[in-house]
């Protein structure tokens, strides 16, 4: 926040701002304090808003062209494909698209994992981040599902048949789910409007969440609280506007690779297949972002006790800045929740390959062993690492490393030159 | 952080090399030259329109070809036939319109604007006339098997004869290539089937590359237009990316941190 009052220069400015302080919002927006030692892990939360705003952009000119109904579905979106004018571009985009988007939003968790942006002041941040998660997998879901191909329809049949496993209501919640007493009709109208509102909850949450962020100021690769502004910050525009900018641009390279040259890797094959009731495929496979969940769902024995498994394995994250029980933000300091972290990173990314082959035999054990690892991580490894674990000095500040010659301050340096190309 | 990184980097290796290796216990497809593969990959006009002869006169009497229309034949991008060609292959064709005035469904010749004309009324006409096996409608074939290009073009060169131990029921024939080898089609190419206006030796492998080729672009039928604007959006997005990183280096060099 800055601290001193903004007033607009003109008149007419002056008479607009004391009725509605936009200007004076425009005004905190492009001085925000920022530390400048941020690197390029943290250029995802712009590069996120990218992707919001892409989604919602493509997805208003399908949703001009899609029919939402079950035998008009798959056609319509040959339609685009074949004769709206671009309509394979803008398809493409936001197919493709939904995949950046999660790519983007796991380096954004992971890079906030690692640096413990998650702690004490920025747990409101962090718990509204993860809601916004939750909402980008259901919108993803739902999303896959109105093509009406194969996978569409299998994918729906099996993600809605979890909630009969509730006791009790849960056959009843799958049949009003439905809208029905099978996937049809009535739940692809629902799951279209559904998929129409969520990116719009999403937007909301978003303005809360760089809200949140900009009461205490970002966090940064020391984690260390810093004085705002001073010689440790630089104002938001222009240095990381340009920054942000930059790696943004890099990210559309790749992007756009996959849109012109690839623009079906990340798809199954059997999503070109139209929708039939009477033919399952033969491995029902969500997308590729899903994977580590369904991978933690398919490793529990229990239907009931599955769900919970998948969904307690995402709601943890909400309870993280409670079960770190480390002061240090920052892994930098951190030599053993370092290794732990890396072997959580590959933990996921285990999972994530497990839940695409077939639940059974090697796969499964492995799939086992990972899920009782990922708990572990949160519920025992944090919270006695915060305890146990040796942390090595914090510098006091970013522009005046006051611990010179400390070989801690020479790694803080190393991260520090992580930024450098 | 760089071992554990390093380790899991293996971990993945390892893996992906299961991965490979379980593929690998599954036949590998025939490879052949696609011309459209590649940033700059385009269709060969040639092999389009004789591809479009090979599905007309071999695979259309069973496989629909629901989401094309005689006007995509002339457009730019596809076999291109000029407009006279296209409307000739349209009108070959009877199309059911109608209702008229007195309330009767008509039969006409086809238009431009006509999709394909479906070889059955619908699905369970397809069925009962192919022994209960429902030939696949061919416009996004290619996109929707697993194996793409390679996979279509392999399946109509794999058939051979069953391996000792294999019965095939009446209807059922041996591919190498396809899930599970049972296939309900039989096989469908032999040498000089079609004959090529152009001269090109009709020859299976010939046949299987050109209807591939026709299958791909019906699949894809902006597929050129897409690596041209590809290209070009790349190349715009790397120029900018460049000058924005110059910009970057002179805002930041007014204070002393480095980016």
């Not at chain 1, 919640?173 to 009535?186: A, C, E, F, K, M």
């Not at chain 1, 969520?198 to 949450?205: K, R, V």
């Not at chain 2, 098997?145 to 109509?156: E, F, H, P, Q």
Request: hydrophobic letters at 45%.
């Amino acid at each position: 926040m800055s601290e001193h009052e903004y007033t607009p220069k003109s008149k007419v400015g002056k008479w607009f701002n004391d009725r509605l302080p936009l200007l004076t919002l425009a005004n905190h927006l492009t001085d925000y304090p920022t530390p400048k030692n941020l690197n390029y892990w943290w250029t995802f939360g712009g590069i996120l808003t990218f992707c919001l705003i892409t989604q919602i952009v493509t997805g208003l000119v399908l949703a001009m062209h899609y029919i939402a109904h079950a035998d008009m579905a798959f056609q319509s979106v040959e339609h685009i494909m074949r004769d709206v004018n671009y309509g394979w571009l803008i398809r493409y985009i936001h197919a493709n698209g939904a995949s950046m988007f999660f790519l983007a939003v796991y380096i954004h968790i992971f890079r906030s994992l690692f640096y413990g942006s998650y702690k004490s002041p920025r747990e409101v941040i962090w718990i509204i981040g993860i809601i916004i998660y939750l909402l980008m997998m259901a919108a993803a879901f739902l999303g896959y599902v109105l093509p009406w191909g194969q996978m569409s329809f299998w994918g729906a049949t099996v993600i809605t048949n979890l909630f009969s496993a509730i006791p009790l209501v849960g056959e009843g919640i799958v049949t009003w789910l439905w809208g029905g007493y099978s996937v049809d009709n009535p739940t692809l109208t629902r799951f279209f409007t559904l998929h129409y509102l969520i990116p719009f909850l999403i937007l909301g949450l978003v303005v809360l969440h760089i809200w949140a962020l900009h009461v205490p100021g970002n966090n940064n690769p020391i984690g260390i609280d810093i004085k705002k502004p001073s010689k440790d910050t630089v104002p938001f525009h222009p240095y990381i506007v340009i920054k942000d900018g930059f790696a943004l641009l890099m990210f559309m390279i790749v992007f756009a690779f996959f849109v012109f040259y690839t623009p079906n890797i990340l798809g199954h094959a059997d999503n070109y297949i139209e929708a039939n009731p009477l033919v399952t495929p033969a491995h029902i496979v969500p997308e590729w972002y899903l994977l580590p969940f369904y991978a933690i769902l398919r490793s529990v024995p229990d239907k009931l006790l599955g769900v919970i498994a998948m969904l307690s394995a995402i709601l943890i994250l909400a309870a993280l800045p409670w079960l770190d029980t480390s002061k240090i933000r920052s892994a930098v300091f951190r030599p053993l929740y370092k290794q732990f972290y890396w072997i959580l990173v590959a933990d996921v990314l285990i999972l994530g390959y497990v839940g695409a082959m077939p639940a059974e035999g090697l796969y499964l054990l492995i799939a086992r062993i990972a899920t009782a690892y990922y708990f572990l991580h949160f519920l025992v490894v944090l919270p006695v690492l915060g305890f146990t674990e040796r942390t090595t000095p914090v510098p006091l500040s970013i522009t005046e490393p006051i611990l010179g010659g400390s070989p801690n301050l020479a790694a803080a340096k190393k991260k520090d030159s992580f930024k450098d190309q | 952080m760089k071992n554990f990184f390093r380790i899991s980097f293996l971990i993945a290796l390892f893996f992906g090399f299961q991965f490979n290796s379980n593929a690998a216990e599954k036949v590998e497809y025939l490879k052949t030259d696609w011309s459209f593969k590649g940033l700059f990959g385009k269709f060969d006009r040639a092999a389009l329109q004789r591809g479009y002869q090979v599905y007309q006169e071999v695979c259309s009497s069973c496989h629909s070809m629901k989401y094309l229309s005689y006007r995509n034949l002339m457009e730019e991008g596809g076999p291109e036939f000029s407009v006279e060609q296209a409307k000739a292959i349209a009108a070959s064709f009877e199309v059911k319109d109608g209702p008229n005035a007195d309330g009767e469904m008509f039969m006409r010749p086809g238009r431009l604007s006509d999709k394909f004309v479906m070889p059955y009324e619908n699905e369970k006409a397809a069925q009962a006339a192919n022994g209960g096996a429902y030939p696949p409608d061919m416009t996004v074939l290619v996109k929707a098997r697993g194996g793409g290009v390679d996979y279509i073009y392999s399946l109509l060169q794999g058939y051979e004869d069953p391996p000792a131990g294999v019965t095939l029921d009446d209807g059922v024939y041996y591919n190498k290539y396809m899930y599970g080898n049972k296939i309900k089609m039989s096989n469908q190419l032999s040498d000089g089937l079609v004959e090529y206006s152009d001269g090109t030796n009709a020859s299976v492998e010939q046949m299987a590359k050109d209807v591939t080729t026709f299958l791909m672009w019906t699949a894809e039928p902006h597929l050129e237009t897409r690596h041209k604007m590809g290209f070009k959006a790349i190349i715009y997005l790397i120029i900018l990316t460049v000058l924005v990183y110059f910009s970057m280096k002179r805002i930041w060099s007014r204070i002393e941190t480095k980016v």
